[in-house]
């Protein structure tokens, strides 16, 4: 399975941007990226699953270079309620026949008033 | 919709003493199914995987294990606890290898 590495931690302020990169330069072909956001004392719960180029829902967008060996979550002008645990994933998506999930320790957004 | 239970929420259990945590879900069929363990301000580890009733990955050695009687029941099972496996236990179901979704998890406590 590909390895992540995102930043520790980030602060943010209510109404900016913010944008997590994520790291995984053992990305494998059949491999999907997938983010997920974790509350205090809940499980975690997902954000977007891309494979390449961009995607956007309504809460975030994923960017994905070309060479896939990394990936950016974008959260458009969070508020106090966004402040989390963030966790990027890498491994395999929609019927790849089994995914084994690896969380790291995820990057801790704090934003302020 | 679907949904997925834990229980119990907390536990307080002496070293030594056995423990079942109890996961299950609703609203669908043939998932897969996670036990996590998470320590306090860490990410979360893996301890088993299920793709089916009776079917069972461990991923972590350790003095847990894990059944899954029904096709939507899993269970995380110790005979004697240590004071390292305190922790946030969560479960988790997957449909057709895509996200997952987490149950509210039990916060165990080893005394």
């Known amino acids: 399975l590909a390895k992540t590495t995102q930043p520790i931690s980030m602060d943010s302020y209510e109404g900016q941007e913010v944008n997590i990169t994520c790291s995984h330069n053992?990305?494998?072909?059949?491999?999907?990226i997938t983010w997920y956001q974790q509350f205090p004392s809940q499980g975690p719960r997902f954000i977007i699953q891309?494979?390449?180029t961009k995607v956007t829902n309504e809460v975030a967008s994923l960017f994905i270079p070309a060479d896939r060996k990394s990936s950016t979550l974008s959260l458009p002008r969070v508020s106090l309620s966004d402040t989390a645990v963030y966790y990027c994933?890498?491994?395999?998506?929609?019927?790849?026949?089994?995914?084994?999930?690896?969380f790291g320790a995820g990057t801790r957004l704090f934003v302020k008033a | 919709s679907q949904t997925i239970h834990q229980w119990p929420a907390t536990l307080v259990q002496p070293v030594g003493s056995p423990l079942s945590l109890e996961c299950t879900v609703e609203g669908t069929s043939n998932p897969n199914l996670y036990w996590y363990r998470q320590a306090a301000g860490r990410g979360l580890q893996l301890l088993f995987y299920?793709?089916?009733?009776?079917?069972i990955s461990s991923e972590v050695p350790q003095n847990l294990s894990a059944s899954r009687p029904q096709d939507r029941q899993f269970i995380l099972s110790s005979k004697k606890l240590l004071l390292s496996d305190s922790g946030f236990y969560l479960c988790a179901w997957e449909q057709l290898f895509s996200e997952q979704y987490f149950g509210p998890g039990t916060r165990l406590t080893v005394t």
């Open positions: 994933l890498v491994g395999g998506g929609k019927g790849t026949g089994g995914f084994k999930t690896i």
């Open positions: 891309g494979y390449k």
């Open positions: 053992n990305i494998a072909t059949n491999d999907y």
């Open positions: 299920s793709v089916g009733i009776g079917q």
